[in-house]
């Protein structure tokens, strides 16, 4: 018997639960599949929000040849054997074929370049799926081709109307009776993830024979502490390790860091997946209080690609540890944060008259970049002037934090400055 994940795989959009800002009423998916002109995308998000299953549907309802390929056990010549066979079948076929590749981000450049053609010839339509951030691992030209769009997790709400579904609607669980106590367990365990949902109600049912299946969090917990292959499948593992590990990090623990680092590694992550956190904490969480993490963190991700396993591990250790070790600060990521919700409130602000580029003569007549002061014409290459709009001028955005190295940043613009950095 099929499992309950696949026996209530959605068939069409009415059936299909989540996503309302992309497949609902009005939504940028909804209205290009009406339309029947649907252009190639990325679908991008974590596991089982149903980015597959959106893709079939979509070929369903448009009636159109469905191809599809996994990026771990595919290479080039199974892409232009699809690609030939849509050209060649180009005739007796009613709609664009779609060729839906899963795990896009896996496929390397020389892969991903045998799809360009096909896709901006209109051969096929290409619909990809990842769970990584597809500006990381897709080719620039292939992502120019595509739209990018967003799945988020299952709400609580979609889990609910999913639960409804099952209980009412698959052969097998109506057959039997259901006391819904308590969910929190199972939407906790779930974390979003449909399959994952699906996989612990199946569970559940499967072990027990009573007419009755109650379902309570201490039920879900204790089955799952017995079963832990039905929800530790690399989803919510995958996403709380390295939660732990870029935590360690930031709370400058290196034995915390290097240990959950192992638990990855022995776990098969991704070094390329492990080395971007990586580069993304230095900048983050270390900043300006040692600006050598972010090279650190910058040579171990170019190693690895350039490396790999096993060897990577001895890379990824030393950036680890070097990360975890170092002073910390967010003053850089805290002052950026700021900076936009400051744009975003007051708006597009003009550019003070001396700091505007004057490149044409009537430009210069309106007193673009006129009483601008060059800084290197000046001692110690300083001068005194205006770089904020106007309505900002005394406005403070970096605020240096208590290290040595801002402790350094921070008298030596105190120098410059004066009281204007304290």
Request: charged share 25%.
């Amino acid at each position: 018997m099929q499992p309950l994940a696949e026996r209530l795989r959605p068939k069409n959009l009415d059936e299909y639960i989540g996503q309302e800002h992309l497949v609902g009423k009005n939504a940028v998916l909804r209205r290009m599949i009406d339309s029947g002109q649907v252009s190639s995308f990325i679908l991008w998000g974590p596991p089982g929000v149903g980015k597959t299953t959106l893709a079939r549907i979509i070929s369903n309802q448009l009636e159109a040849p469905f191809y599809t390929l996994s990026a771990i056990h595919s290479g080039v010549k199974d892409v232009r054997e699809v690609i030939d066979k849509c050209k060649n079948n180009r005739m007796f076929q009613k709609g664009r074929p779609i060729l839906f590749i899963d795990e896009i981000h896996r496929f390397n450049k020389s892969q991903q370049d045998s799809l360009l053609g096909a896709v901006e010839n209109g051969t096929i339509t290409l619909i990809g799926a990842t769970t990584e951030n597809p500006s990381f691992e897709v080719i620039r030209p292939l992502l120019s081709r595509c739209q990018i769009y967003v799945l988020e997790s299952l709400t609580v709400k979609d889990m609910e109307k999913l639960l409804e579904r099952a209980i009412s609607e698959d052969t097998e669980l109506k057959k039997r009776k259901f006391e819904i106590k308590e969910t929190d367990a199972l939407f906790r365990y779930s974390g979003g993830d449909a399959r994952k949902f699906l996989n612990i109600i199946d569970l559940i049912v499967n072990a027990t024979d009573k007419e009755t299946i109650l379902i309570d969090d201490a039920i879900v917990t204790d089955r799952l502490q017995q079963n832990p292959a039905a929800y530790d499948k690399g989803g919510e593992m995958h996403y709380d390790i390295i939660s732990a590990f870029i935590k360690s990090i930031r709370g400058s623990d290196p034995d915390g860091a290097i240990y959950w680092l192992a638990r990855m590694v022995a776990g098969g992550e991704d070094p390329k997946f492990i080395a971007r956190r990586l580069v993304i904490s230095a900048a983050e969480d270390i900043g300006l209080a040692n600006p050598n993490a972010l090279l650190m963190a910058n040579a171990c991700f170019d190693a690895i690609q350039n490396i790999g396993w096993p060897e990577g591990r001895i890379i990824l250790a030393e950036a680890t540890v070097y990360l975890a070790s170092s002073p910390k600060s967010n003053s850089a990521y805290k002052a950026i944060n700021d900076a936009l919700s400051l744009v975003e409130k007051t708006g597009n602000l003009p550019v003070p008259l001396p700091l505007r580029n004057a490149p044409t003569s009537l430009m210069k007549e309106l007193d673009y970049g006129k009483n601008y002061k060059y800084a290197h014409d000046y001692k110690n290459n300083f001068v005194k002037q205006q770089f904020l709009p106007d309505e900002l001028k005394n406005k403070s955005i970096w605020e240096p934090q208590a290290n040595a190295s801002e402790n350094k940043l921070k008298d030596h613009l105190h120098y410059l400055w004066g009281d204007r950095y304290k």
